[in-house]
């Protein structure tokens, strides 16, 4: 089975733009990838993307206009055919038919993202390092992404909600909490990695974190 992340390369190279990539741009376009996954955007040098590739440098610039362009579509296309199409599929079936047990949906939502997580960190890292500091690629994720996921957690927490299992807080807040903890255990995991982490231990002390503080004394085991 090949890696999600080529396949969506062989996606991508096939139509660009509406014509096909040339072998030179399908070159550019994976060294590109690995280069500003490992050192961002700022850090990252059309020349040594060039070196990767095996192209000249003014051949980058022939294909793509500014480096800027370059990350854009790498970026822009992740979001278009790979975090919405995949990530969303792959959290519907969660969202749609919610575990028994809050405790339940903790678990499986913190299983799929660590899969998915593992599948393609390495444009994971790329949108993580730029997106916050490029407004249109900020406001590509939001509206494709991050406003129709909000909608169906919500309808999620309140379900848990209505049936006690979580306590009374705003659905937005319990987002935001459940959200922060399992976003700040997998930035740890998986941009850190820091010595001596025990992540059978780390991962439960997470579930654990989010359960004792919105978990119902009532909810049924």
Do not use: C
């Not at 095996?54 to 990350?71: M, N, P, Q, S």
């Not at 979001?79 to 959290?91: G, H, K, M, S, T």
């Not at 249109?136 to 494709?144: A, D, I, T, W, Y």
């Amino acid at each position: 089975m090949k890696d999600p992340l080529e396949q969506w390369l062989e996606e991508l190279l096939e139509k660009h733009e509406g014509e096909r990539m040339t072998d030179k741009q399908s070159r550019i376009l994976r060294a590109a990838v690995e280069v500003f996954a490992e050192k961002g955007y700022s850090g990252a040098a059309t020349s040594e993307i060039a070196q990767r590739a095996g192209v000249a440098e003014g051949t980058i610039f022939r294909h793509y206009r500014t480096k800027k362009d370059l990350l854009y579509s790498i970026v822009a296309p992740f979001v278009a055919r790979l975090i919405e199409p995949f990530v969303l599929r792959d959290l519907y079936p969660l969202i749609d038919n919610p575990h028994p047990t809050f405790e339940g949906f903790i678990r499986g939502i913190l299983d799929n993202r660590i899969a998915f997580a593992e599948k393609n960190i390495k444009v994971i890292r790329i949108l993580l390092q730029e997106v916050p500091f490029h407004p249109e690629l900020r406001e590509q994720f939001l509206s494709k992404v991050a406003d129709r996921v909000l909608r169906k957690i919500t309808n999620v927490v309140n379900h848990y909600r209505e049936q006690g299992h979580i306590v009374e807080v705003p659905p937005l807040t319990a987002v935001r909490l459940v959200g922060s903890t399992l976003f700040g255990y997998l930035i740890v995991r998986f941009l850190f990695a820091p010595t001596g982490w025990d992540d059978s231990l780390e991962r439960e002390a997470t579930v654990q974190y989010i359960l004792h503080g919105l978990s119902s004394r009532i909810e049924a085991k």
